[in-house]
């Protein structure tokens, strides 16, 4: 598909693009937030959005109303709302899959329409018809699973967007998990990981699920096979695998022909780093229930409601994707951090770096043809306060501006409440001293200060919040890829290295190295046995 046939238009060769590049020459390279507070007592409004379980303050970036009124202008000239709602009326917009984008559609309630939604295309009508009872059967499944007393550990296997989303959903929802099931997320080929997780487990008491959208992956069908011969040897029987094992796979023939029958299935418009609404997501059904789970689809929904409807200037991820293009493209910021002030978030800086850098780590438009500007910023983090204690010294001193993603909750979770105040106040000084600075005569106790950052506010860690917070940042995506003109959703960049895998592995034995560049063949030979 043609960028021009799928009305859209590439951000550099839009007008607003080069009004962009004036503006950013005249005021956007100096740009100071301080000057702007004091010119602006409105600032702190005008910069902020509330949007369904999410508030935002993005009045510390560089950023003035003239900057945003002329990214929403790019906005509109790349045709951001008619690939939006291409994308909600399951047109294939993946177009190098042929496929259709409808995670949103998993979020759905059921089995209304909501009114004003658009005229429904065949693939829309069909998911619609699909989801619902695929998701009462897995949210069956999983109540099954709570109650029953003799399963006491779940061993989700599988890696990328098939281990990241459940894994960082049941951290972050960990004080209303099931108290009596433990949950194991094996997910690396090193054997350390799987066999670490085994040496702690009954065959008798574990649930293996074999999570993989297509059910190929090397590194999950290794640890499924492991799996299975370990179970097989400790007594279980074939019938007993029936019972110890579930797929979660939009390959159900491939799942049967490794033994196992339970299977949950999905949709190849559901891509795997947007999967954890999807039967991926039923190790977090197991821990948190079928209402749990449902709680987060409806946050999710609430987020996609907004995105779908809310005018481009009211809409926090296009606001925030609009700012994600400003500072890649012409303040030429390479990185983003993300500090979840929140030690049950831990794992969303990892979640986004799949969802972000797999999304939008493009260097060709929809056409193939090579970029002249930056996509994707590297995205990275720790959680707050720790990041305080290892690289914020280079967030506040260091020559590279690096805009940090500050994630704070007002209510304290269910431990040790009486500290949650410490915590929010070092977030909140985190970001004040980012931005204001100190002035000294020694350099070294010298802080520029200009440094931007956005404030994030959950009222709370539940799961309605937690499903809103995520299809914000899958929204997001969604936007900054739009305006750079890419698909967002497929990732062949993953494949070389997985081809070249397989053809060294065997290699690896003998250390023949032959038809190798010297420096492969050389690690090869130093890598062998003996070598
Ligand atoms: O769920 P699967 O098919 O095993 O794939 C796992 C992951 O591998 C990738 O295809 C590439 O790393 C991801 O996009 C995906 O989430």
Redesign the pocket.
């Known amino acids: 598909m043609t960028l021009q046939a799928a009305g859209r238009v590439r951000c550099d060769r839009t007008a607003a693009w080069a009004a962009l590049q004036a503006h950013y020459d005249a005021a956007g390279r100096g740009f100071d937030v301080r000057d702007a507070f004091a010119a602006d007592p409105q600032r702190f409004g005008r910069f902020s959005q509330e949007a369904p379980h999410v508030f935002a303050d993005l009045s510390k970036n560089r950023i003035g109303a003239d900057t945003e009124a002329l990214l929403l202008q790019l906005a509109r000239e790349c045709g951001l709302e008619g690939w939006r709602d291409a994308m909600f009326a399951g047109e294939a917009i993946n177009h190098t899959e042929q496929r259709a984008v409808m995670h949103w559609l998993l979020r759905e309630p059921a089995p209304a329409v909501p009114p004003a939604a658009p005229e429904a295309s065949g693939a829309v009508a069909a998911g619609r018809r699909d989801v619902h009872a695929t998701l009462q059967a897995m949210l069956d499944f999983a109540e099954r699973v709570r109650a029953d007393d003799a399963i006491t550990d779940i061993v989700n296997i599988?890696?990328?967007?098939?281990?990241?989303g459940p894994s960082m959903v049941t951290k972050a929802l960990d004080d209303l998990c099931h108290p009596g099931k433990r949950l194991h997320f094996v997910s690396n080929v090193d054997g350390a990981e799987l066999g670490g997780v085994l040496r702690t487990l009954r065959p008798e008491s574990t649930l293996f699920l074999v999570?993989?959208?297509?059910?190929?992956?090397a590194?999950?069908?290794t640890n499924a096979h492991a799996a299975r011969a370990w179970f097989l040897a400790r007594g279980g029987s074939e019938e007993g695998l029936q019972r110890h094992f579930a797929a979660l796979?939009?390959?159900v023939e491939a799942a049967a022909a490794f033994g196992i029958q339970t299977t949950f299935g999905f949709w190849d418009w559901v891509?795997?780093?947007y999967?954890l609404w999807s039967a991926?997501g039923l190790p977090i059904a197991i821990a948190v229930g079928a209402e749990g789970f449902r709680g987060l689809l409806a946050g999710a929904h609430a987020m996609d409601e907004h995105f779908r409807t809310a005018p481009l200037e009211r809409s926090l991820p296009v606001r925030l994707g609009l700012l994600d293009v400003w500072y890649r493209n012409f303040h030429g910021f390479a990185t983003r951090s993300v500090a979840p002030y929140s030690h049950a978030l831990r794992r969303l800086p990892a979640y986004l770096q799949?969802l972000e850098m797999?999304s939008n780590g493009k260097g060709v438009d929809a056409e193939g043809e090579t970029l002249p500007f930056a996509t994707s910023p590297v995205v990275w983090g720790e959680p707050g306060t720790n990041g305080q204690h290892a690289f914020f010294q280079m967030i506040h001193q260091g020559p590279d501006i690096l805009p940090v993603e500050f994630i704070v909750l007002r209510e304290p979770g269910r431990d040790l409440p009486e500290q949650h105040p410490r915590l929010v106040a070092n977030a909140l000084a985190q970001a004040k001293a980012l931005m204001q600075g100190k002035a000294s005569d020694d350099g070294h106790r010298r802080f520029t200060g200009n440094r931007p950052s956005t404030f994030l506010v959950l009222d709370r860690l539940d799961p309605p919040s937690l499903g809103a917070l995520i299809a914000l940042y899958e929204h997001r995506v969604f936007v900054s890829g739009a305006l750079w003109g890419i698909n967002s959703f497929d990732?062949w960049g993953?494949?070389l290295g997985?081809v070249l895998a397989k053809d060294l592995e065997p290699r690896l034995a003998s250390g023949n190295g032959e038809g190798l560049d010297a420096s492969t063949a050389g690690l090869l030979r130093r890598l062998a046995p003996g070598g």
């Open positions: 599988g890696i990328g967007g098939s281990d990241l999570a993989s959208k297509t059910f190929t992956t590194e999950t069908m796979t939009t390959n891509g795997g780093r999967s991926i799949q797999e990732q993953v494949e997985k």
